[in-house]
């Protein structure tokens, strides 16, 4: 039999774990295996494995050692940063909440949440490329907001917010400003000298780190109180015995992270979104181009076909991809990213995702451009004709 | 899912005796069934070519080709009482929330049957 192909572009989901990321970890399994809180030998090794990789991350953001706290991931440090920050405030003081509509549901359902205890939250729109209104955000804000959470690279259609904006207009108006950067995160640039901004969700798993590890930059001086009840772990806001292993693993993938990945990212990104728009007729790039779009992410759709379908024959040809479209869902809904960008249900049922990484080549573009040309053919030509009507 | 990979009797008949398109709004599913039907040497009406065009997902792709399978040599009559849930055992079985996909081949079906018997009479 021969070998099949396995190209990956399903990044945004998660991401391998680097081979030197598991080096790294492996000896804190069997060796250094202490509670970092013991005071003998193994706890020690433990604690001074944890410092470095705390001291590694908070280096990569420009921020001090104390204000990195380790988390389950980005759901948890998301989680902690709306419901810690709420829950230290005055609700009879403070008590809105702005966020935007193309958030992930790690937020937009904490926020939910905090509505069914009577908070209120505002849903800022976008516009047709994924970008909020900052004069609708500063119009947004009132004597009774607390924080504004925008999400800072969008893991569906790759739109990075101008944070350095937003964090501006918060400060200005002396709002929190939470920013979701776990698909931004080593694939832009955030310097917390630079954003005002107040915390920080990042994970390890989508950029080669492994599952289950994620950390939340808090500003010295945020007010914020821990969602966990238990021991005085991470500054006392998140109590737990620290995932070694795991952090060490994060910290060694951050350091793995360049520049010149993004670069390269950007470069066969553009590869492909080129080559299908070009070659491919009835297709449409969601999100915007350049700079502004992750450099890892491809959203693209294509009339006339449903994106479960075309994502089920690449995974035949060993192509790995996601859809927006509503029968890859459990709810029967299309993406509430692709709806607020103004596609309609009908196109966004015939969208792709595709997500990069480092460890893709420029062969695996060409065979996957080379793959999408014919199944999107095939299943245009199974399609009864009279469905062929709607033009993009 | 074999059938997905290789779907059967994908396209049109140009003659056909009996055709009907059936939509799916909710995931927008669209599905086009054409019949040909011939009388056997006891007179009985049999379909002896069903063709199918889909534009849907991965269940209703593959659960019109099933679909076009199961009734292909079937009498008129016996395959009016084909069912979606014969079609959807016949795949091997979907996840509750897909079988609105194959839910929809049997009634396409259906439709065309209607459109044969419509146009004889
Ligand atoms: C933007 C964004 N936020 C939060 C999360 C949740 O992260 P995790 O899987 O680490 O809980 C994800 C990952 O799916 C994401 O893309």
């Known amino acids: 039999m021969v070998e099949m192909k396995e190209v990956y572009l399903d990044n945004g989901a998660t991401t391998m774990v680097d081979p030197l990321v598991v080096k790294a970890m492996q000896p804190l399994f069997s060796e250094i295996y202490g509670n970092a809180s013991s005071l003998h030998h193994q706890g020690e090794a433990a604690k001074h494995k944890l410092n470095e990789a705390r001291e590694a991350i908070a280096k990569a953001i420009n921020a001090k050692f104390d204000e990195l706290i380790f988390t389950s991931g980005g759901t948890e440090s998301d989680n902690l940063a709306i419901l810690g920050v709420a829950s230290a405030h005055d609700k009879s003081l403070k008590d809105h909440i702005i966020t935007s509509k193309i958030e992930h549901p790690a937020v937009l359902n904490t926020c939910k949440y905090l509505e069914s205890l009577g908070y209120s939250v505002t849903y800022l729109d976008v516009d047709t490329e994924g970008f909020i209104d900052l004069d609708q955000l500063e119009n947004s804000i009132t004597d009774r907001t607390l924080l504004v959470s925008i999400i800072h690279g969008n893991n569906e259609i790759g739109t990075i917010q101008d944070v350095e904006a937003i964090g501006k207009i918060c400060k200005k108006h002396g709002v929190l400003f939470h920013m979701d950067a776990v698909q931004s995160f080593t694939k832009t640039s955030i310097d917390v000298k630079k954003i005002d901004v107040d915390l920080i969700s990042m994970s390890s798993h989508k950029i080669h780190g492994p599952k289950g590890v994620g950390a939340l930059f808090v500003r010295k001086g945020t007010k914020i109180a821990s969602v966990f009840k238990g021991g005085g772990h991470e500054f006392k806001l998140r109590p737990g015995t620290e995932n070694v292993p795991g952090i060490v693993g994060f910290a060694k993938a951050v350091s793995l992270a360049s520049s010149s990945h993004i670069k390269q990212m950007s470069k066969l990104r553009d590869k492909l979104i080129r080559s299908v728009l070009d070659e491919i007729p009835n297709t449409k790039l969601n999100g915007p181009k350049g700079d502004r779009r992750l450099c890892n992410n491809v959203n693209i759709s294509f009339a006339s076909l449903e994106g479960e379908a075309l994502g089920a024959y690449l995974d035949i040809e060993g192509i790995c991809t996601s859809t927006g479209s509503a029968c890859s869902s459990q709810t029967l809904e299309p993406s509430h990213v692709l709806l607020s960008i103004g596609v309609s249900h009908e196109i966004a049922n015939g969208t792709l995702r595709m997500t990069l990484s480092r460890f893709t080549k420029e062969e695996d573009i060409d065979y996957t451009i080379d793959a999408l040309k014919r199944y999107v053919e095939k299943l245009r030509k199974m399609s009864p004709i009279n469905t062929i009507i709607k033009k993009l | ?121």
């Open chain 2, 1 to 121: 899912m074999e059938v997905f990979k290789n779907p059967q009797n994908v396209g049109e008949i140009p003659d056909a005796d009996g055709e009907g398109t059936l939509g799916n709004p909710k995931c927008g599913d669209v599905m086009k069934v054409q019949i040909k039907v011939e009388k056997d040497d006891k007179g009985k009406e049999v379909i002896t070519d069903c063709k199918v065009q889909t534009f849907g997902c991965v269940a209703a792709i593959a659960s019109s080709s099933t679909m076009t399978d199961m009734v292909i040599g079937k009498t008129v009559e016996e395959a009016k009482k084909l069912t979606n849930a014969e079609v959807a055992e016949e795949l091997g079985g979907l996840p509750p929330v897909k079988m609105h996909c194959s839910n929809l081949s049997a009634d396409a079906l259906k439709k065309a049957i209607e459109n044969y018997e419509k146009k004889r009479s």
